[in-house]
């Protein structure tokens, strides 16, 4: 019975591993990729305004 005991934990972590696995390729591309990207695109565009407009404003003040 020890083998049983011994063998359990890596049975259960790989087990788990390969449902993460399928849960990551599941949920990539599909209907939500164009919003997903779409949010990602919004984002990097108000960062690099926001870069912009602080770059730009103390060469005005000056």
Do not use: C, H, W
Not at 32 to 59: C, H, M, W, Y
């Amino acid at each position: 019975m020890d083998y049983v005991s011994a063998l359990l934990p890596p049975v259960v972590m790989a087990v788990f591993f390969v449902g993460v696995i399928r849960v990551i390729v599941k949920t990539q591309g599909g209907a939500n990729k164009a919003k997903e990207d779409a949010a990602v695109d919004a984002a990097l565009t108000r960062v690099e305004g926001a870069r912009q407009a602080s770059a730009a404003g103390p060469k005005a003040d000056a």
